[in-house]
Structures are given as structure tokens and as C-alpha cells.
């Protein structure tokens, strides 16, 4: 008799398992149904918030006449500066190719850049306030 009870137990232990395994199966069909329900409810996309014109961030500054032949010559944000000046910057790869921070200087930068030829992205902020009035 104590045969049949050693292999009992391990036929039990069997039907134990196999339930396990059902339930891990079931977890991922779960899963996805989860994620198509989060998915399902769509929002009508938000405005981009552009902010109050003139204030802030968004003043509008004079650009003088150096730097207007990189940027243009009309009134803009000091943001919009710096994006066209960084435009200007990689079209004409003037990014130093060893020291990514360091910026060359062509014939129209340099009256921007004080006359230096080589100038730092960090410095260049200080370079462009005194073209924005």
C-alpha cells in the first residue's frame, strides 16, 4: 500500500500544475484587452498654446542689421533667433567638428560674434543680446 500513496502524490501534484499554467496563458489575453480598451478612447487633439504675443518670451525684438542678414530682418521672439541662427549654423556646418560646443565663425557670424572666430554655444547668447534691441 505504500506504493500506491508515493504514486498519488505526484499525479496530484500534476493536476496542480496544470491549472498554473492555464492561468498564465489567460494573464496576456488580459493584457491586450487592457491595453485596446485604454487605446480605444481617443481625445481631440490640444491647441498648441503659443502664448501671449508681445510678453514674456514672446517680445518681439529689433534685430540689427548683421544679424538680419543670417535671420532676417523683421521683428521676432529672441527663441526664433536662436532657432534660425541655429539653422544657419548646421546648413552651413559650421559646428566644429571635434568640440561639438564650439562654433566657427564665417564672414557673416563674425560682426555677430564680435569679430572672434571661434565662439562657444554658451557665449553665443551674450554675443546675440547686443543685436536685439
Do not use: C
Not at 27 to 33: D, E, F, G, N, Y
Not at 70 to 98: C, F
Amino acid at each position: 500500500m505504500a506504493k500506491k500513496a508515493k504514486k498519488a502524490a505526484p499525479k496530484k501534484a500534476a493536476k496542480k500544475a496544470a491549472p498554473k499554467k492555464a492561468a498564465k496563458k489567460a494573464a496576456p489575453k488580459k493584457a491586450a484587452k487592457k491595453a485596446a480598451k485604454k487605446a480605444a478612447p481617443k481625445k481631440a487633439a490640444k491647441k498648441k498654446r503659443t502664448g501671449t504675443p508681445g510678453v514674456g518670451l514672446n517680445k518681439p525684438y529689433n534685430v540689427s542689421a548683421a544679424l538680419g542678414e543670417i535671420v532676417g530682418n523683421k521683428a521676432m521672439p529672441r527663441t526664433e533667433v536662436v532657432k534660425k541662427l541655429w539653422v544657419y549654423i548646421k546648413a552651413n556646418k559650421l559646428q566644429d567638428s571635434k568640440n561639438k560646443r564650439m562654433i566657427n565663425a564665417d564672414a557673416k557670424l563674425k560682426p555677430v560674434f564680435s569679430g572672434k572666430g571661434q565662439v562657444s554655444m554658451f557665449e553665443m547668447g551674450k554675443h546675440l543680446s547686443k543685436h536685439l534691441s
